[in-house]
């Protein structure tokens, strides 16, 4: 499909404002900056890794909103582009009606940046297909909603990041040590959790879906991945999907979100089991596990999609051009100043790179870095992963 556009438009800077300035955020800013446009990076402590590539920066509680109003009235961005949960995502609403094109909208960024609106958009209005659910808001109301949806079950925050706060309950026994544990791992001020029923699911994917100002919605291939504590390990891509569940996918990933509304790169996650396709949760921005995609596995990068639907450039195309993997550098204890082993014996192998974050303080499981592998279209992609793991495990990260 081809899309008419007018030669003859200047290419304007947009003044960019990132919410949140980790390693996905470094990314996009390193894609519209050569774009030619100017960002200010914005999180909660001094040095994160996209402040590092970015024009300017600033160090607030983005939880706050009256500090969040201030910067924002300080810079008078064009583009604000959330990458975290913990912001006052309510106070974006005013930000579109004062002509601010929030990312991928204010609608979009409220609803997702909470586990029970997401959830219940899917469910409830638009009838996808998900795992049976339940809220709790106390350590009482968890014990009913786990007798409810019946054992094993998943226990999440409804507010958190990369897994933080997420454990399986198998017996009774857990419950309260799964409380305790979602409350620690919230973000925000949001004491709420969701309860799910567990999914016997065979496959777990990303499906990074594009959506734009003018152009088609677009879909990238899909994404394998495994985690640990709730968190990614490695990925991988393409992962083999039926023609039949991957046209389901796409559906729902189309439908939510349409309904959700704006344009960006969506990460839509999907479990595969024997019943089928099953919505599980939709991150509106540049996903984890679609590092992989910095390993040249398309044309362009997840960031680079992401860079061009927020400024409302054309897609011509997404082409899944080799197989890739990447894999992650853990940090094992808290630290300062952390440095790197190993790096130069992972070089040495053909189709590999790394990204090192750039991330000033360590904890542990902490991701600091990722390996990334790749190789040709008919390579088996499960040793290109296996690849990825070998090299990461051989990477250490040293802190004072």
């Known amino acids: 499909m081809r899309i008419s556009y007018n030669l003859d438009q200047k290419l304007e800077m947009k003044k960019i404002m990132l919410l949140g300035s980790g390693e996905l955020g470094k990314e996009f800013v390193i894609a519209v900056k050569r774009l030619g446009q100017h960002v200010i990076a914005v999180d909660s402590y001094k040095g994160a890794p996209a402040m590092q590539v970015a024009d300017e920066y600033e160090v607030i509680n983005m939880l706050d909103g009256k500090a969040l109003d201030t910067i924002v ?34 609608k979009a960024a409220n609803f997702t ?4 609106a997401i959830r219940d958009l899917a469910s409830k209005e638009l009838g996808v297909k998900t795992a049976n659910y339940r809220y709790a808001t106390s350590l009482d109301e968890l014990r009913k909603s786990v007798s409810e949806v019946g054992l094993p079950c998943v226990v999440k925050p409804l507010m958190s990041s990369s897994g ?14 799964s409380w305790n544990y979602a409350v620690e791992g919230s973000r925000g001020d949001i004491m709420e ?30 994404i394998g991945h495994r985690q640990e504590r709730g968190d990614y390990q490695e990925s991988w891509q393409p992962q083999f999907v039926s023609a039949e569940h991957l046209k389901e996918a796409r559906h729902m990933a189309d439908k939510v979100t349409k309904a959700l509304t704006g344009a960006g790169i969506w990460g839509v996650e999907f479990f595969l089991g024997d019943e089928g ?38 897609i011509a195309e997404i082409v899944q051009e080799k197989v890739g993997a ?26 590999t790179d790394i990204r090192i974050f750039g991330k000033p303080t360590t904890r542990p499981y902490r991701r600091m870095a990722v390996v990334l592998t790749s190789g040709d279209l008919n ?6 992963k296996n690849k990825a793991i070998t090299l990461a495990k051989e990477i250490k990260v040293i802190s004072e």
């Open 193 to 222: 959790v969701i309860v799910e029923e567990f999914i016997r699911f065979h496959t777990e994917i990303t499906l990074l879906t594009v959506t734009q100002k003018t152009g088609p919605t677009m879909f990238c291939e899909p």
């Open 326 to 351: 990447s894999a992650v550098v853990l940090a094992d204890k808290d630290g300062i100043n952390p440095t790197f082993t190993g790096i130069e014996k992972a070089l040495e192998h053909t189709g």
């Open 164 to 177: 933080k706060g997420q454990s399986v309950i198998k017996t009774e026994n857990d419950i309260e040590k």
């Open 277 to 314: 396709v099953y919505f599980s949760e939709l991150s509106p921005r540049p996903h984890d596990t679609g590092m992989v995609t910095l390993a040249g596995t398309q044309n362009l990068s997840e960031f680079e999609l992401h860079a061009r639907a927020v400024l409302g450039f054309p």
């Open 113 to 116: 940046m909470n586990r029970k």
């Open 73 to 106: 009235k300080k810079h008078s961005p064009d583009i604000i582009v959330p990458e975290i949960e913990a912001i006052r995502t309510e106070r974006f609403y005013d930000y579109e009606k004062e002509g601010i094109q929030v990312v991928p909208s204010a």
């Open 379 to 384: 390579d088996d992609v499960h040793a290109v």
